[in-house]
């Protein structure tokens, strides 16, 4: 044991004179008394002075060092792919009993070894060897390698059980060649190809609009069949929507089809693709394959109102109609009479243009309450429009002067999605008219365009938004664009044409102002995985909230459960939920904090049944000999793995390696020295007693 030094800063020659003085004091307090001897008095003041030294240095901290020699086994982690294809029954491989055979082999390690077992699929985890399961819906083989040879814990090397076949993350050959930790792999499986037609892949977009044709590609397997035909089927519960003859033949082993169906409701939907074959095959359980489109209400109901004739009102107008989803209707204003009108029937709006100041005819004739609209007002270059004052103008302007001036992106614009495809220099596009003394009317506004003229930038806002609650508020201070939508330069022509259409979607769109926000993992979860539920959580004063409790409750047909979400702190919580059978699950959650509630949110997820692991039964041996050479292992056959120890490539490096430890050992952590002090106290205590001390 060393000794390293006293955790303080006081010096030492301080620490000297305050023992001495403890040394004096406490002779001098017993020197006075002439009942004792010399010899008890030697004894109570030493005793005193001891306790008193003790607890002094331990109050210095002083701390000391051992230094041991520790021999330390050779760790090697073994990971078990636990997806569904490796309990697959083909050839000699039988399935979950080779399976264990191979990890019983395993386990007869030598015994200076210690053995770390993991399960993986999509996800990987530790497990005892004996509870290994092969119930995975996926398998990601390069999760799985990232994760143990980017950990703390210091694998002499790793050993891989799979059957090489990946349905999920990237290629895991990249990552072992950059391993510095060697990788054995033990291929287990079956190599020969059977009789078999199977969906491999679903190709679509997650998301879908209403009224829209949704496109689906599936990508079709076959071996062993010729001058066969089977029909695949695109189907809703029990209704086909879609349906093809799909021809098979030897020389060909892959098919692409593409289908097509309507979306006509809102929602998340679930879909399946089956094969009806009326083949032979060696399993038909991957003949049918489900997927989900999230649908959305695709239209965007816009209310354009044209408060005169102007070329920038028919720019504006066959900008948005070519837009597909956007349902534009129309109102001009004819001055004191009705105006022109083409509106639909509900009468309700998601956005409202106001292109110039309207009258007040259009608010009564069309009965608006634009408070509780979001809208865009549009200058016209006309006197009422340019000095407009109203709720749905941010921009003001006390001069009527408009001049023609360049466009120039603010700080704020850099980054607002309304500009995201905004040219850098606009300087060189045609001029437009605007105000060079304008200024914006909220504090809280932000500011996207501002007029640049006679080259000098004048900070007098061109574009400006803003959010109130659930309503957007935009204002373009700007007229006579329509050249640049007439330009011969397509640049300028594709630059108004994406800043009016980005501009219409940001402002017709709800802002996300919720506080509790959910958010499941995926859209579509296997029924052979856990569902996991996201949750990001603030208060009402915009703060992150990692204080409350959120109560989690879960739904379908057949299935209802509450839960309580895990806090994660920092304002974010998390669900895990045990596998679920297939189904449309609906969720609702509540946040509270004691007697409050904070907010609520709800929403939806599936779980449908997977069979991608069937889609490929056979083994790939080429993955996993190039996942071993790369890394510097070696490759083993599931029948070969009783010779796996025997192995010299493996046991070179299995070598116990002798390791220093240190240790630090302090003091006043060990209530020995406490202890001590109480007994030097009191047996000062009982000694003073016996000779009648005060």
């Known amino acids: 044991m060393e000794f390293q030094g006293l955790q303080n800063s006081i010096p030492v020659f301080v620490t000297l004179i305050v023992a001495t003085l403890i040394c004096v004091l406490s002779w001098f307090s017993y020197k006075k008394y002439s009942s004792i001897s010399l010899a008890w008095k030697l004894v109570l003041s030493s005793l005193r002075a001891i306790s008193l030294i003790v607890l002094l240095l331990l109050f210095l901290n002083p701390f000391f060092k051992t230094i041991n020699e520790i021999i330390v086994n050779p760790k090697i982690a073994v990971l078990i792919d636990g997806s569904e294809s490796t309990a697959i029954q083909k050839g000699d491989y039988n399935g979950v009993e080779s399976y264990r055979n191979v990890i019983a082999n395993l386990r007869n390690a030598p015994s200076y070894t210690d053995l770390v077992f993991f399960n993986f699929g999509e ?79 679903i190709s679509t977009n997650g998301t879908g609009f209403t009224n829209t044709i949704h496109q689906v590609l599936v990508d079709i397997s076959q071996f062993g069949f010729d001058n066969r035909s089977v029909d695949v089927n695109l189907k809703s519960d029990d209704r086909v929507l879609d349906s093809k003859s799909l021809s098979l033949s030897k020389d060909k082993e892959i098919y692409e089809l593409q289908f097509e169906m309507e979306l006509t409701e809102p929602g998340l939907k679930q879909f399946q693709i089956e094969i009806n074959s009326g083949l032979e095959e060696w399993s038909s359980e991957n003949n049918s394959a489900y997927f989900s489109v999230d649908v959305l209400d695709s239209k965007k109901r816009i209310l354009h109102i044209a408060s005169g004739v102007h070329p920038d009102i028919k720019a504006l107008r066959s900008i948005l109609m070519l837009d597909e989803n956007i349902e534009l209707s129309t109102y001009t204003s004819l001055g004191s009479i009705s105006g022109i009108k083409n509106l639909n029937e509900s009468g309700e709006y998601d956005l409202i243009i106001f292109h110039g100041k309207p009258s007040e005819i259009v608010f009564s004739e ?124 397509s640049n300028e022509r594709a630059f108004i044409t994406q800043l009016i259409i980005n501009l219409v979607d940001w402002t017709s769109s709800n802002p996300d102002n919720r506080l509790l926000k959910i958010k499941p993992l995926k859209k ?8 996991m539920i996201n949750a990001s959580l603030i208060n009402e004063t915009g703060d992150i909230e990692s204080n409350a409790v959120i109560e989690f409750t879960l739904k379908s047909d057949n299935y209802a459960a509450n839960y309580t979400m895990d806090n994660l702190g920092n304002g974010n919580y998390q669900l895990q939920i045990p596998n679920l059978m297939e189904g449309n699950y609906k969720f609702s959650a509540t946040a509270r904090k004691g007697s409050r509630e904070i907010d609520t949110e709800t929403g939806e997820f599936l779980v449908s049944q997977s069979s991608i692991e069937l889609a490929n039964t056979v083994r790939n041996d080429e993955l996993l000999n190039n996942i071993s050479t790369g890394s510097g292992g070696s490759f083993f056959d599931f029948r070969s793995a009783n010779e796996f120890w ?26 020995f020295w406490f202890i001590l002090v109480i007994m030097l106290l009191g047996t000062e205590w009982f000694i003073r007693k016996k000779f009648a001390l005060p």
């Open 123 to 201: 996800t990987i985890q530790s497990v005892n060897a004996d509870e290994f399961s092969v119930t995975y819906p996926l398998t990601n083989i390069f999760n799985a390698v990232e994760t143990i040879t980017t950990s703390d814990e210091d694998f002499s090397s790793i050993i891989l059980i799979s059957d090489g076949i990946i349905t999920s993350g990237k290629n895991p050959v990249l990552i072992a060649r950059n391993s510095s930790t060697p990788i054995h792999t033990i291929a287990i499986g079956d190599t020969t190809k059977v009789k078999d037609i199977s969906i491999q892949n």
């Open 366 to 489: 069309l009965g608006l309450k634009e408070e509780e609209t979001s809208t865009l007002f549009i200058l016209l270059p006309d006197r009422e429009s340019i000095i407009s004052s109203e709720t749905f103008n941010i921009i003001g302007n006390d001069s009527p002067n408009i001049f023609n001036v360049q466009m120039e992106v603010s700080s704020q614009g850099l980054d607002h999605p309304i500009l995201d495809s905004a040219e850098s220099n606009l300087n060189t596009f045609a001029p437009i008219q605007s105000s060079i003394n304008a200024y914006n009317e909220y504090p809280d506004a932000s500011l996207l365009l501002t007029s640049r003229y006679q080259n000098i930038s004048t900070n007098s806002p061109i574009l400006s938004t803003l959010e109130q609650g659930n309503i957007r508020k935009s204002d373009l201070n700007a007229s006579g664009w329509y050249k640049l939508y007439l330009s011969p330069n």
């Open 524 to 531: 579509a979860f296997n029924s052979g995985e856990s569902s």
């Open 646 to 671: 025997n192995t010299s490539e493996v046991v070179s490096n299995l070598k116990s390696r002798t390791e220093i430890k240190e240790n630090y050992i302090y003091p006043v952590r060990s209530v």
